[in-house]
C-alpha cells in the first residue's frame, strides 16, 4: 500500500511539474513583447494622462552588474557576520 | 530569453508622480504609525533580545519578495507579491510597518524602485494598509476556528489586495486635479485588477506554505511570537 502511494505521488509531482517547466519555457520563449510592470502600465500611465510624469530617481544606480555585485558583497559580508556573531546576537 | 528579459516593477508609486502635498500628506499618515512600530519593537525586544535578528530577516524576506515581479500571463503585465501579510503574521502589524518601511527605503534608494518623495505613501499602503489588512484576516479567520494555512491564505490575499486598493487611492487622490475621485478610484482599480487578482492568490498560497512550513519546522518560534497558543503545539499533551 506505500508503495502504491509513493506512485501516486510520484505521478501527481510530474502532472504538475512537468506541465509548468513547459508552460515556462513557452511562455519565455514565444513572449512577443517585453513584459511591463504595473507601475509603467498602470501607475505612470494614468498618472500621465492626468499630466504627471515620473522623475528620474534621486539617486540613479545606472545599469549593468555593478549594483547586483554590490548587493551580492554585502548580503555575504552582512549573511557571515550575522552567522559568526549570530549567539552574541541572541543572547539576553 | 530569460537574460535578455526587461526588468519589471510594480505597485511602487515612481519618484514625481505626487504633488508635494500629497506625498507630505502620506509621510506625515505613515509618522504615527513607524513611531508606534519602532516602540513595539523595543518592547518586544526587552523581552527578548533574538527577536531583533528575527526582524532583521524578515524585512531581507519583504525586501526580496517586493521586488520580485512575476509575470501574469492572463495580463501580459509583471508585478510582485508584497510579503507584508506573513511579517504582520508574525511580529504584528506595527512592526511589519517598521519593515515595510525599511524595505521601500532600500528599494527607493538603491533600485529606482518607487522614490524617495512617494516612500511615505508606498510606505503607508504596503506597511500600514497591508499589515493590518493581513493580521486583522489572520486574527478573524483564526478567531472563527480556521486553520493555519486557511488563515495564512486570506491574510496573504488580503494583504496584498488590500496594498494595491491603498495605492489606487492614493493614486488617484494625487493625480486627479478637478477630476471627481471616485471613477479615477476605479479605473485604477480595474486596471490592477488582471494582474492583481491572481497575483493576490499567489500571495496567499505563499503566506500559508511559510506559516505551515514554520508549524512543523519551528513551532516554537510561532509560540515565541504569539502566532499559536503553547497548547497547539504539535507534541503539546
Same mark, same amino acid.
Given at each position: 500500500?506505500?508503495?502504491?502511494?509513493?506512485?501516486?505521488?510520484?505521478?501527481?509531482?510530474? %502532472? @504538475?511539474?512537468?506541465?509548468?517547466?513547459?508552460?515556462? $519555457?513557452?511562455?519565455?520563449? *514565444? !513572449?512577443?513583447?517585453?513584459?511591463?510592470?504595473?507601475?509603467?502600465?498602470?501607475?505612470?500611465?494614468?498618472?500621465?494622462?492626468?499630466?504627471?510624469?515620473?522623475?528620474?530617481? %534621486? @539617486?540613479?544606480?545606472?545599469?549593468?552588474?555593478?549594483? $547586483?555585485?554590490?548587493f551580492? *558583497? !554585502?548580503?555575504?559580508?552582512?549573511?557571515?557576520?550575522?552567522?559568526?556573531?549570530?549567539?552574541?546576537?541572541?543572547?539576553? | 530569453?530569460?537574460?535578455?528579459?526587461?526588468?519589471?516593477?510594480?505597485?511602487?508609486?515612481?519618484?514625481?508622480?505626487?504633488?508635494?502635498?500629497?506625498?507630505?500628506?502620506?509621510?506625515?499618515?505613515?509618522?504615527?504609525?513607524?513611531?508606534?512600530?519602532?516602540?513595539?519593537?523595543?518592547?518586544?525586544?526587552?523581552?527578548?533580545?533574538?527577536?531583533?535578528?528575527?526582524?532583521?530577516?524578515?524585512a531581507a524576506?519583504?525586501f526580496?519578495?517586493?521586488c520580485?515581479?512575476?509575470?501574469?500571463?492572463?495580463?501580459?503585465?509583471?508585478?510582485?507579491?508584497?510579503?507584508?501579510?506573513?511579517?504582520?503574521?508574525?511580529?504584528?502589524?506595527?512592526?511589519?510597518?517598521?519593515?515595510?518601511a525599511v524595505a521601500l527605503l532600500i528599494q527607493a534608494l538603491f533600485l529606482?524602485h518607487?522614490?524617495?518623495?512617494?516612500?511615505?505613501?508606498?510606505?503607508?499602503?504596503?506597511?500600514?494598509?497591508?499589515?493590518?489588512?493581513?493580521?486583522?484576516?489572520?486574527?478573524?479567520?483564526?478567531?472563527?476556528?480556521?486553520?493555519?494555512?486557511?488563515?495564512?491564505?486570506?491574510?496573504?490575499?488580503?494583504?496584498?489586495?488590500?496594498?494595491?486598493?491603498?495605492?489606487?487611492?492614493?493614486?488617484?487622490?494625487?493625480?486627479?486635479?478637478?477630476?471627481?475621485?471616485?471613477?479615477?478610484?476605479?479605473?485604477?482599480?480595474?486596471?490592477?485588477?488582471?494582474?492583481?487578482?491572481?497575483?493576490?492568490?499567489?500571495?496567499?498560497?505563499?503566506?500559508?506554505?511559510?506559516?505551515?512550513?514554520?508549524?512543523?519546522?519551528?513551532?516554537?518560534?510561532?509560540?515565541?511570537?504569539?502566532?499559536?497558543?503553547?497548547?497547539?503545539?504539535?507534541?503539546?499533551?
Amino acid at each position: 500500500m506505500p508503495e502504491r502511494k509513493r506512485k501516486w505521488k510520484i505521478l501527481l509531482m510530474h %502532472l @504538475i511539474l512537468l506541465p509548468t517547466i513547459i508552460f515556462a $519555457l513557452n511562455f519565455f520563449s *514565444l !513572449a512577443p513583447k517585453s513584459w511591463e510592470g504595473v507601475d509603467e502600465a498602470v501607475v505612470e500611465k494614468v498618472a500621465k494622462e492626468h499630466g504627471r510624469e515620473a522623475r528620474d530617481p %534621486l @539617486i540613479d544606480p545606472g545599469s549593468g552588474d555593478l549594483l $547586483l555585485f554590490a548587493f551580492l *558583497l !554585502a548580503g555575504a559580508v552582512g549573511g557571515f557576520a550575522a552567522g559568526y556573531f549570530w549567539r552574541d546576537l541572541t543572547k539576553k | 530569453m530569460l537574460l535578455a528579459a526587461t526588468p519589471a516593477w510594480a505597485m511602487h508609486i515612481s519618484e514625481g508622480i505626487l504633488p508635494f502635498s500629497w506625498a507630505a500628506f502620506w509621510y506625515l499618515a505613515l509618522v504615527p504609525f513607524l513611531a508606534l512600530g519602532v516602540r513595539r519593537l523595543n518592547a518586544l525586544a526587552r523581552e527578548d533580545l533574538s527577536l531583533k535578528p528575527l526582524v532583521g530577516l524578515l524585512a531581507a524576506v519583504v525586501f526580496i519578495i517586493s521586488c520580485m515581479p512575476i509575470p501574469v500571463p492572463t495580463a501580459g503585465t509583471c508585478s510582485h507579491p508584497c510579503g507584508t501579510g506573513v511579517s504582520a503574521i508574525l511580529v504584528g502589524p506595527l512592526v511589519s510597518v517598521v519593515i515595510a518601511a525599511v524595505a521601500l527605503l532600500i528599494q527607493a534608494l538603491f533600485l529606482a524602485h518607487g522614490g524617495l518623495s512617494t516612500l511615505g505613501a508606498n510606505a503607508f499602503s504596503m506597511g500600514v494598509v497591508g499589515s493590518l489588512a493581513g493580521w486583522l484576516a489572520f486574527r478573524a479567520v483564526r478567531g472563527m476556528g480556521g486553520s493555519l494555512a486557511v488563515s495564512g491564505f486570506v491574510a496573504g490575499v488580503l494583504a496584498d489586495w488590500g496594498t494595491y486598493a491603498a495605492t489606487s487611492l492614493i493614486l488617484a487622490s494625487g493625480i486627479r486635479g478637478d477630476a471627481p475621485l471616485v471613477p479615477l478610484f476605479l479605473k485604477v482599480v480595474l486596471a490592477f485588477l488582471p494582474t492583481q487578482l491572481p497575483l493576490g492568490i499567489l500571495e496567499g498560497v505563499v503566506t500559508a506554505g511559510m506559516v505551515t512550513l514554520l508549524y512543523k519546522k519551528r513551532p516554537d518560534l510561532l509560540v515565541k511570537m504569539r502566532v499559536i497558543a503553547e497548547k497547539e503545539l504539535p507534541n503539546h499533551a
